[in-house]
Structure formats: C-alpha cells, structure tokens
C-alpha cells in the first residue's frame, strides 16, 4: 500500500488531562437527555413529533452502527439489510401471530432485534472473510440480494405489493409519542451498550483491529471473532430501528426496507458527528436525521434530501474528515496546551510561547483514523 | 434452442458490461479507488443521449462523440476537486466520496428527468437479423461491435501507447512511477477521464435497450462491482471474462427458471466464489494481505 496509509496508525485514546471537565460532561450529557425526554411535551404538534420519531430511529440505527463500523473501521454500505429485517419480522410476525398492534407491538422490538443479529453471523461470518473496499462492496452486493429476495418470494413478503402492518390502537390525539419514547429507550440501550463496548477488552481488541489487524492479531486478539460478535450486536440494534420504523410507517416495501440511501444515511451521520467516538454518530443523527424530516416536510421530493446527502457528504469528507466531535476535541486539547503554556505559574518561561507547531502536532494526530 | 439464444443474448449484452466493468477496473488498477459513482455515470450518460435524441434529433451512436469527451472531462474534474486532496487511507475514503458523488449525480437526475422511466429511441432499435431460428437484435450487434472496438482502442492506449506506458508504470509502483519522472497525477486524472467516458458509452446502450430512471444506477453500480470482484479489481481481462461468464448465466437462468431469478443467480454466484476465492476469479493482489 502507500505510504499515506501509515499516518492513520495512531492511538485515539487522549490522555485523560486533555478532557474536558467531568462536572462539563455529564452537565451537558444530562442536559441533552432531559431535553429529549420534554421535548414532545413542549412541541406538541404531530409534524414536529414525527420528524422526532424519524430522530430517534437514525440515533438508535447509527449508535448501533457504530459499534462495528466506528469501533473496527470496517465501514459497512449494507446495513439498511439489517433494517429491512427488521421490518419484515415486524411486519410478519404481527400478521402472522394477529399481534392486534397495541403496546404489545413494542414487545416484537427485542425479537426483530434478535432475528436481525441472528442472521448477521452466517452473513458476517461470510463478509468478514474479505477487508478495505472489498467489504465495503460485499456488504452494498449482499444488501440487494436482500432486496432482490424480497421482491421474489411473493408468499413469503408479498413481493413488490408489500406488507401492510395493523394500526396502533392508542388514540391519534399522541400517535406519535409511544414510537418516540421507545425509540428514545432503544437508542438509550444501544449508546450504554457502545459506551460498554468501547472501555471493554472487547472493544479495546475492536479498536487495536481498526489500528492494524495484522499486529492485533499476532498479539493475540481473537480478530474474526471480535468482529463478528461486534457485526451481530450492531445488527440488533439496527433491526430494532426497522421494527419501530415500519409500524410506524404502517407498511414495508422492498425497495424501502432494504434502501440504499438508508445505508449512506448512516455514514453520513455517523461522518459529521465523528466515526468511532461515542456520541459524535449520535449527534449526527439527530442533526441530519431531523435535517432530512425537516428537508423531506418542506420540499417533498426525494431527490432533494439526495442532492443534500451528496453536497453535505463530500463536504464532509473533504472538509471535516474526522468529524465534528473529534474537532471540537481537538480544539480544546490545542487551548488546554495553549493557557498550560502561557500561564507563568506553571514554570514554563513565556518565551517558548511562539513553537505554535506543537499543538498543531497533536491535532493532526488525534481523531484517529476513517 | 432457448438456452442456445440465451447463451447468444448474455454474450452480446455482456459485451457493453465489459466496457463499463473495463473502465471500473481500470481506475481501481492505477490509483487504488472504488468508482462506486459508475452505475449513476452510465446512468448520467444514457440521460445526455436520450436529451441530444430528443431535443437535436442526434443519432444515439453518434451522441458519443459529445457525452464521452463531457464526461471524460467531469472524471479529470472529479479527480482535481475531490479525489487528490485526500491524505489518508485512500482507499476508504474515495469509495465513501464516489458513493457521496453517485447519490448527488442521481440526486440531480431525479430532479432534472423525473422519476418516469424513458428509453432511448433510434430507427434500428428494434430491428433484428435472424440466422436459422436464432434471433440477433442489430441494437446489440451494433453495441457488441462498439464494445469490441473501443475495448481495442483500450488496449491499444494500454500497451501500444507513451501514455500506456506510464499508467501501466503508476499501476505497478505508483512511487516508483514518480521516481522517473512520471506525472502519477495527471495519469491518474485522465485514467478517471478514461473510466468515466467508456460509462457513458456504456450508458448509451443500456439507455438504448432498457427503460432507465435515475434509480436504475444501484442496480447497475452493484452488477458492475459484482463483475470487477468476479474478475479481480485491477484486473481488465478478468473483467471481460467475468462480465461475458455473468451475464451468460443470468440469461440461461432465466429461461431455465425464471426471469425473477436470474438476477439473483448474479449475486449468488458471487458469494460462493468470495466463498472459495476470496481475491476473485482473476485477482493478482491478495485483499487479504494487505
């Protein structure tokens, strides 16, 4: 490979003097939560909630996401796969078993999860035998065989006329409500879970796979398996989402549930908020997920939110390739450094204040690697 | 006699799949970069057909000689503004680009020419030539011949050319390349040049003989790639073989079973051969190595 490839080998982990304040963090963290949590209290008018439902599923999808994808750098195009089943076990478990879509309806969340994780290990086993771009097309190759099949076995999904799901019994007056806070738990399990996953061994050996796959295996990470039980965890929660989005919805297609727009929708996100930390994806989620509502409300068209996704995705890559997140961080590391370096009572003499390159130093290499 | 025409139909549409998967390969050969953005290019060349047939009255084979230099010319753009300030780990990031670049390019398409589906109209369409009971459409035998004769031209620009010389030089060590003085950027903007042009070749046949909207390009993009990993990335001649062997046996497919199958025997033949062969049929470089 090029010698360009070197320069991404670096460790993301910050010394822990560089955070921001803990009182800062968990402030801010709560403070986000307690305002997800009000926020369909205060905005009551169903547009509004519904782009927040739209919000919630892309926060559950992408934090889901990122724990295979962020964590090992495999980025997967194919994951609207995993979305897909989850909305036909939806769809068909309900018809199936004349589940009359009450909150009941919210019990199906863990099997469809389930289903969806059970069939990313023969897939994943499968995909994860290849790396670097021949993945990423696998993983795009794989999601159409999904789609294809859902068109062809009629008896099964209906083929293209689609799956209808029965209509939720709560009253229209809050409609959109019980999809938003099951949403918001959903999403709430899979950030803890990423937030396990990344102080864990597991996660560690995730990570050393993202460095150099090669040398984390020789140093005894048990790589296949690492990435395989990280590709079926992702997959949970990413069918889940489809499990909230089609009842939500009311009816599953083919060309819908298995989408590849879907597939680019998490990237995105996951891209500006910051790949592989764990609330950048997060936050990109509820930026763009709600940009798109948003986008979608206004212009109608799709193709407009396409022209959107492709402007601000090159962007992005061109502009802010490690994402919001790992930038803010950045900065601040580079004014910690700055004031420890200009404030006399640290004994450093004022006149080493002009070497400027060593802060710049460090922001190159931090934010690891794509 | 069905299987026999089908086995006929697969070769002469494989062969304009060949001159798209050729131009894919290529770039993936000289500087490391998946164009996923191919299928919403051929897509993009079919749609400048069908306007210059539609508004100029010009002749689809004909429109070439406009769509080709005007797209060959947006891959050299494309390689200046997006591709060549990437800094690290290349690869990765000019797919996720090209995606990004693919889903505007169809984006616009969208808004441009709707979402209904249009074809490309010219007197021979649907003409044909019939030997014994075995029916030739003339559009594919006119597309076969374009085919073959600009993946000649190809391989004459490759092997027999100064230009050849040095993009097959910036292929085999692209620092080494520059170590003797050859311009690795300007080679690899006009290999994208190259790429993109024969997908809008491509794209004037596929507008010619199927009914296409601007969604049609996933379709597209994930045969193509099924094509270049079947015959290796990088490698030309796998890809012609690997788009010949495919569309032959989707075809057979489907009049053995059923047309709703043979698109899925496509991507099926490509997880048992990933299966077996991790680097493709043709694949010089190991994926797994790297």
């Known amino acids: 490979m090029s010698a360009t490839d070197v320069s991404n080998r670096t460790a993301t982990d910050s010394p822990a003097s560089y955070d921001l304040p803990r009182t800062v963090r968990f402030g801010s963290l709560l403070l986000v939560v307690a305002a997800l949590v009000v926020f369909p209290l205060v905005f009551t008018n169903p547009t509004i909630t519904s782009v927040g439902v739209f919000a919630m599923i892309y926060l559950l999808a992408v934090s889901g996401w990122n724990i295979f994808s962020g964590y090992s750098g495999y980025i997967a195009l194919g994951h609207a796969l995993f979305f897909g089943i989850g909305q036909y076990s939806s769809a068909m478990l309900t018809s199936r078993f004349k589940i009359p879509a009450g909150w009941d309806l919210f019990a199906l969340l863990p099997v469809a999860g389930a289903i969806a994780g059970l069939a990313a290990v023969p897939i994943g086993w499968m995909l994860l035998r290849v790396r670097k771009h021949t993945f990423i097309v696998l993983t795009i190759a794989v999601m159409f065989i999904f789609q294809l099949l859902a068109f062809n076995l009629r008896s099964w999904t209906g083929g293209s006329q689609g799956m209808q799901l029965p209509f939720p019994t709560w009253s229209g007056a809050y409609f959109n409500e019980p999809f938003y806070y099951i949403g918001l738990l959903a999403a709430a399990i899979a950030l803890v879970t990423s937030w396990w996953v990344r102080r864990s061994k597991f996660g560690l050996g995730l990570l050393a796979i993202r460095d150099d796959e090669d040398r984390a295996r020789s140093l005894g990470v048990r790589t296949t398996r690492t990435k395989l039980v990280a590709f079926a965890i992702s997959a949970v929660f990413v069918g889940a989402a489809g499990a909230i989005y089609a009842p939500f919805i009311g009816s599953v297609f083919p060309q819908f549930a298995f989408d590849p727009s879907f597939d680019l929708a998490l990237a995105v996100m996951a891209f500006t908020g910051g790949l592989g930390t764990l609330i950048g994806p997060a936050l990109g989620a509820l930026v763009i997920g709600s940009l798109q509502q948003y986008f979608l409300l206004q212009f109608g068209g799709a193709n407009v939110f396409l022209i959107v996704y492709g402007l601000l995705f090159v962007l992005i890559l061109r502009l802010l390739p490690q994402g919001i997140v790992p930038s803010i961080a950045a900065r601040w590391r580079q004014w910690v450094t700055y004031r420890a370096r200009n404030t006399p009572s640290t004994g450093v003499p004022p006149d080493s204040a002009p070497d400027v390159g060593r802060p710049f130093d460090v922001v190159l290499n931090q934010g690891g690697s794509a | ?290």
């Not at chain 2, 800094?87 to 984006?107: C, P």
């Not at chain 2, 079947?230 to 053995?256: E, K, T, Y």
């Not at chain 2, 099926?268 to 990933?274: A, F, K, N, Y």
């Open chain 2, 1 to 290: 006699m069905l299987i026999a025409q089908a086995i006929i139909d697969g070769i002469l549409v494989g062969g304009f799949y060949a001159l798209m998967a050729a131009g894919l390969t290529l770039v993936f050969g000289v500087m490391d970069i998946v164009n996923f953005a191919q299928g919403a290019l051929v897509v993009l060349g079919a749609y400048l057909s069908y306007a210059l047939s539609v508004h100029l009255n010009i002749d689809p084979f004909l429109s070439l000689l406009i769509t080709v230099p005007a797209t060959s010319l947006l891959g050299v753009a494309i390689y200046w503004v997006l591709i060549k300030p990437i800094k690290r780990d290349r690869v990765v990031m000019s797919l996720l680009v090209m995606f990004a670049v693919a889903t505007l390019i169809e984006g616009i398409l969208d808004w441009v020419f709707k979402s209904n589906l249009v074809q490309v109209h010219a007197s021979y369409v649907n003409k044909s030539f019939q030997l014994g009971r075995l029916n030739f459409p003339a559009i594919y035998l006119y597309a076969f011949a374009l085919s073959v004769g600009l993946l000649a031209l190809l391989y004459t620009l490759i092997y027999r050319s100064r230009f050849g010389r040095s993009l097959r030089a910036s292929m085999q060590n692209p620092v080494a390349a520059r170590m003797v003085g050859i311009n690795t950027d300007r080679v690899s903007a006009i290999t994208l040049g190259i790429g993109i042009g024969l997908a809008a070749a491509g794209g004037m046949v596929f507008g010619t003989t199927n009914a296409f909207n601007a969604a049609s390009s996933y379709d597209l993009i994930s045969r193509l790639l099924v094509i270049v990993i079947l015959g290796g990335f990088g490698s030309i001649s796998g890809a012609l073989v690997a788009a010949l062997l495919m569309l032959v046996i989707q075809d057979v497919v489907a009049v053995v079973w059923s047309p709703v199958w043979g698109q899925t025997t496509f991507y099926l033949v490509l997880v048992v051969v990933l299966l077996l062969r991790p680097q493709g049929l043709f694949g010089r470089r190991a994926v797994r190595a790297q």
